[in-house]
């Protein structure tokens, strides 16, 4: 590989173990280290008190459905004011305001206002993507802007319908987005002066974020647009394979799931449902070849914008019952025989991560709901409301769930007694 984090990447993480025993700590992108949605942290607070867990701060900022990465004690987000987007930089022990930097003017969208993607940070810089498909790097320590560049406009192309929501993916050398337009399905873009490296397909993004992945041996990068499923050679953009699976509505949100070494995920609301891929390797290079698929309105599993996680060959997913609609049941399905073991009816909509054994659920009610992730029975252990209207998933550093809203971010201590010891 000529990308030298992308290569320690992927030897980490698929060297044979799960990405669930990555070392813990930060939280430095979409959905977690392993872009998954998966933390190794252990010893969290159990039982939770039932008022909550303590809350350690709360700093007010303003709109937007950005997601919060957390790096060596810097948590970075997205917002807008009536006037602007912003990435803005808070101390992640105190919730002190570092900096706030203006990124672009402020996004209005019939389905929400202000950015929907989350920042990417390394010790480096913060790379982010705002609602209009802008994308900017910056300064980690001062939030500095250091390049912009608008990704539609570049590539003669328009923002996604209900607005950009991908995630960026950082290699060494590159930023990579989902760009959507007619040029360029994805695009790479160097890090130090935001010029332009690779483009690669064509057409709409739809809303899901790449992921790095090592499927029947070869490192690539997969790619969920809006027409269906591909992986990409990450230094070069060459398509390696694809497969079809276009949605109501360019609606392929949640991110691709890596299931085994060969196996990767993908599923999609608007009671479209959910297939697993085998990436398998022939003469004339890399195929894939669905091995379970259940679609329609009677899938076990329609992701809406909820990325699944995976704990002992179980998943655990939120799965969207009708065309959008208000029904979201929370289901666990076994891996080896594709059944479903249990399943939490009317459960309702939000988004989660896997952390020490536990889901850790935000709610579109701003509530915190805890469930035991075990194939056993559907158990919750704790719910108790942090928030107002949220839609981002939790994100979790050094004992930290770090959460918000279109007011404010918040951060709950969920190590507790356990952080003495």
């Known amino acids: 590989m ?33 872009r998954n949605g998966i933390s190794s942290e ?4 159990n039982p939770i008190p039932k008022d909550g867990p303590k809350v350690v701060w709360r700093t007010p900022l303003g709109t937007g459905m950005s997601g919060i990465a957390v790096h060596s004690g810097l948590a970075v987000t997205m917002f807008q004011t009536d006037t602007a987007q912003f990435v803005a930089g808070l101390d992640a022990e105190s919730g002190k305001e570092q900096w706030r930097t203006s990124v672009a003017p402020a996004y209005e969208n019939a389905m929400g206002n202000g950015p929907r993607a989350t920042p990417a940070i390394d010790g480096r810089q913060i790379v982010a993507f705002t609602g209009e498909g802008i ?37 060494e050398k590159t930023v990579i987005v989902q760009s959507g337009t007619t040029q360029a399905a994805v695009s790479a873009w160097d890090r130090k002066t935001g010029k332009l490296i690779w483009k690669a397909g064509s057409g709409n ?34 398509e390696l394979w694809n497969y079809p699976f276009p949605t109501e509505y360019d609606c392929n949100t949640a991110n691709p799931v890596q299931v085994g070494d060969r196996q990767i995920l993908v599923s999609a609301g608007e009671n479209h449902g959910a297939v697993i891929l085998e990436i398998q390797k022939t003469a004339s290079g890399l195929q894939a070849e669905p091995v379970w698929t259940s679609l329609g309105k009677d899938s ?12 002992n060959d179980h998943l655990y997913g939120l799965d969207n019952s009708g065309s959008a609609g208000p029904i979201t049941n929370l289901v666990c399905i076994r891996l080896s025989d594709r059944k479903t073991v249990w399943q939490k009816t009317r459960f309702g909509k939000g988004n989660l991560i896997l952390a020490d054994g536990r889901l850790w659920i935000s709610t579109m009610k701003g509530e915190l709901v805890v469930v035991d992730a075990t194939p056993d029975e559907f158990r919750e252990t704790h719910r108790s409301t942090v928030l107002e209207t949220t839609r981002q998933a939790p994100s979790l550093a050094k004992g930290f769930l ?8 918040v951060c709950l201590d969920v190590q507790g007694s356990a952080r003495a010891r």
Request: overall charge negative; proline content about 9%.
């Open 2 to 34: 000529k990308s030298g984090i992308l290569s320690v990447f992927v030897a980490v993480v698929f060297s044979g173990t799960c990405p669930h025993t990555l070392p813990a700590g930060d939280w430095p992108q979409f959905l977690g280290p392993g």
């Open 42 to 45: 252990s010893g969290l607070i």
């Open 135 to 171: 994308l900017v790097a910056l300064a980690r320590d001062s939030g500095k802007l250091l390049w912009s560049v608008n990704v539609p406009e570049t590539l003669a192309g328009v923002p996604a319908e209900y607005g950009v929501a991908c995630s960026p993916v950082l290699t």
């Open 205 to 238: 993004a739809g809303y899901s974020s790449p992921i790095l992945a090592s499927l029947a041996g070869v490192p690539q990068l997969v790619v969920f647009d809006a027409s269906g499923v591909s992986g990409l050679d990450p230094d070069l953009g060459t």
């Open 300 to 311: 076990q599993l329609r992701a809406e914008w909820q990325t699944p996680v995976i704990l």
């Open 402 to 409: 770090f959460l918000r809203d279109d007011k404010d971010v």
